[in-house]
């Protein structure tokens, strides 16, 4: 029940890793952005074996303290909803930083004669 979860939750939380990645470096130049976004792709292997090793390991810790597997679906449930829900927190406030940036003045306003 959680593989499914897993085979979607990674290659997104790499999206966003690497989105977050290239955000940080924007302000050093296009070059950087472009070796972040060719950099930071995770090893194909690693990523696999999360994929494939995460949900015997969720599955055995939930075990271990008291949940049993016939409540991975609710699990699996709020585990999405709570992604979706951090996802539109994380771009709202994006959109504050960008709307509160548009509104601020890009030259400070000239400074008035001494009489």
Same mark, same amino acid.
């Given at each position: 029940?959680?593989?499914?979860?897993?085979?979607?939750?990674?290659?997104? *939380?790499?999206?966003?890793?690497?989105?977050?990645?290239? +955000?940080?470096?924007?302000?050093?130049?296009?070059?950087?952005?472009?070796? $972040?976004?060719?950099?930071? #792709?995770?090893? %194909? $292997?690693?990523? +696999?074996? *999360?994929?494939?090793?995460?949900?015997?390991?969720?599955?055995?810790?939930?075990?271990? #303290?008291?949940?049993?597997?016939?409540?991975? %679906?609710? *699990?699996?449930? #709020?585990?999405?909803?709570? +992604? *979706?829900?951090?996802?539109?927190?994380?771009?709202?406030?994006?959109?504050?930083?960008? +709307?509160?940036?548009?509104?601020? %003045?890009?030259?400070?306003? %000239?400074?008035?004669?001494?009489?």
């Amino acid at each position: 029940m959680l593989e499914p979860l897993f085979r979607t939750v990674v290659p997104e *939380i790499e999206r966003l890793d690497i989105a977050a990645l290239k +955000a940080r470096a924007t302000p050093l130049g296009v070059e950087v952005v472009n070796m $972040v976004e060719k950099d930071a #792709v995770w090893n %194909p $292997v690693a990523k +696999a074996t *999360i994929v494939t090793t995460g949900p015997a390991v969720v599955a055995k810790a939930l075990n271990s #303290v008291g949940v049993s597997a016939e409540h991975a %679906p609710a *699990i699996a449930l #709020v585990g999405a909803v709570a +992604a *979706i829900l951090t996802g539109r927190q994380m771009l709202a406030a994006k959109l504050d930083e960008l +709307a509160k940036a548009e509104r601020a %003045p890009s030259t400070p306003p %000239p400074t008035p004669p001494n009489p």
